[in-house]
């Protein structure tokens, strides 16, 4: 038995018993433990036993040095395989099928086909019986190389040979086409199997199965499977396993429950793998209550989840931003006996980050080193991004300076990028720049990231020629800048109201071949706004629209804010129409800048138009803001504001009682028709 299954030590040891107790063994013992190293591959040791057993007084024999050449064909070692069969000729032992099988199949091994068909020649040659076993071997040996033109020719010429192929036959050139892809010639090769009455096993059917789902044909894979059912073969795990993970990943939870559910009709064993395929597919389109229901069904069948179970229903919760729903997942799993790994914790603390629960984070941390769970560079940077999203960059600082002093790990440059942003994000230019030098120095190479919160905080603080600086200094660095870089700087430009360099700068983005987005032009509008060129604003807005780019709430604001100022009611009246167009929804910053554009009108302020837009924008549930009440109230005099006001329900007292801007005229008579909150005057006006 020790021999059979290639137990080498255990048949030795048979063998010093035989001869402790006084019986000599014999040459079939000698033998049968040189078989024991030829099926555990062990070629030197069962060489070993063959110097052994001559020096016992026995011949070694035509089995002693197949044994060997069968050891040196399973560790792949042909040269060896090769001299062991010279040697036996040597020696005046003649080699059988056995042992030019045995020496093809180590060529095989090693994927030498040219040197297997060398030896099939001299075994023809010798005259020694081919078999089906040598010609598979050969097979077997061009499938390894690729070369599965001349594998197909030996199968071919295999009837010819008076050699009839086998399942084995069939298996190897459906398994390597399988491994190739090659759907269209697995399947011709199983289609053969079947003509020449050569029943197919489970495997050869698993290899087609897979081969389909390789190249995303599911549905391919699943008629073959069936097939294999009608032709008696039954599915393994294996095989039930790859298809209902494959519809699993294909989104198509029916077909991979259905798959599930036939694999517990069979008498295949369900596993994990099964369940968790079903978990994860119900998981990744956000039904967690049927996730759930399919691992309590997976404990009531006697099959514990693992940690991919729940790590699955922890990583869906977590990243739906539930991180309640996280943390009871978790606190289930260390319940059930299963071990939380360090992901686990990780994707606990990144939900409580994301939705900035520092102080959740923080207690995670701890019961996570409680559990001698050792936390790795993931933690500390979900702790890190945790108080960042926070606002507390101070904090997220301190998750730094504690990470410098592990032994293990060292800051990346996600640690750093994150601490700069939210110390970007504060307006703190100077401790961002410390930071950004000091991860310079560490070795730690800045990303995009990590350059755009440097403009940022530059241009935050006006440092616009700063912001430049880093912009260049990116490029010099090779480091992929994109819209968001040049958009920061524009920005930048764009609140001091410096149209030219706003403009320079949208130029540069096109000339550098980064696409500019609706956040560049809305930010260059925004700077013509500011200097007051409601030309310049309209020519840019006219080439946003040529480039294909839709205005939001933001893009339309600026340009009603050039307008505005200059009293041009006309035609934010129009842009306002605009809103509809695009599917917009009026704000009150838009309606602050419409009621100051009546409000400048010249030569008098349009105080029916503002007392008529102010009513539909509350009647369409727009909540003026102080804003609001002081342009309106410029409009049409603190007396009628008051009034229409008390009628909106409008609580916000009004401003305080201030110089009349030149050109501001009084209440206005009413007009005739007094019906300002007509809804259908907004709703239609495009």
Known sequence: MPARVGQVDRAASWLDKMQARGIEPNDRCYNSVIDACAKAGKFEAAQEWVTKMIAAGFAADTISYNGVIDACAKSGNVSMAEETLEKMKSMGLAPNTISYTCVISACAKSSDAERAETWLRKMKEDKIEINVVCINAVIDACAKAGRLERAEEWLCNMKDMGITANVNSYGTMIDAFARKHDVDKAEHWLLEMQKAEVKADVIVYGAVVNACLQVGEVTRAEKWMEKMTRNGATPNAYCFNVLINAFSQSGDIKRAEYWLQQMMQSNVVVDTIGYNAVINANAKAGDLVRAEQWLNRMKKSGVSPDAISYSTLIHASGKDGDFYNAEQWLQRMVADGVAATVVCYNTVINSCARVGKAQRAVKWIEQMKAAGVAPNISTYNAMINAHAKSGEPIVAAQWLEALKKEEDTKPDVVSYATVIHAYAKMGDAKRAR?????????????????????????????????????????????????????????????????????????????????????????????????????????????????????????????????????????????????????????????????????????????????????????????????????????????????????????????????????????????????????????????
């Open 434 to 686: 410390e930071l950004f030098i000091e991860m310079k120095d560490m070795g730690v190479e800045p990303n995009t990231i990590c350059f755009n919160s440097m403009i940022d905080a530059c241009a935050k603080v006006g440092a616009v020629q700063d912001a430049e600086k880093y912009l260049l200094e990116m490029e010099e660095a090779g480091c992929q800048y994109n819209s968001s870089s040049y958009n920061t700087i524009i920005n930048a430009y764009a609140k001091v109201g410096d149209v030219e360099s706003a403009e320079r700068w949208l130029r540069t983005m096109h000339e550098n071949g980064i696409e500019a987005n609706v956040r560049s032009y809305s930010a260059v509008i925004d700077a013509c706004a500011k200097a007051g060129q409601d030309a310049k604003a309209e020519e840019v807005y006219a080439r946003m629209l040529k480039d294909g780019v839709a205005p939001t709430i933001v893009t339309l604001t600026s340009l009603s804010k050039a307008h505005a100022r200059l009293g041009n009611w006309q035609r934010v009246e129009l842009i306002m129409g605009e809103l509809q167009v695009h599917g917009l929804k009026m704000n009150e910053y838009f309606l602050c800048n419409l009621l100051s554009a009546y409000s400048n009108a010249k030569p008098q302020p349009q105080a029916e138009r503002a007392v008529k837009e102010l009513t539909n924008a509350v009647h369409m549930g727009l909540k003026p803001d102080e804003y609001v009440v002081t342009a309106f109230t410029r409009a049409v005099g603190r007396e009628w504001a008051q009034s229409v006001m008390q009628e909106l329900g409008i609580q916000i007292a009004l401003p305080q009682q201030r110089a009349r801007p030149s050109g501001h005229v009084g209440r206005p008579q009413q007009p005739r028709n007094n019906n300002y909150s007509n809804n259908n005057q907004w709703r239609n006006r495009a």
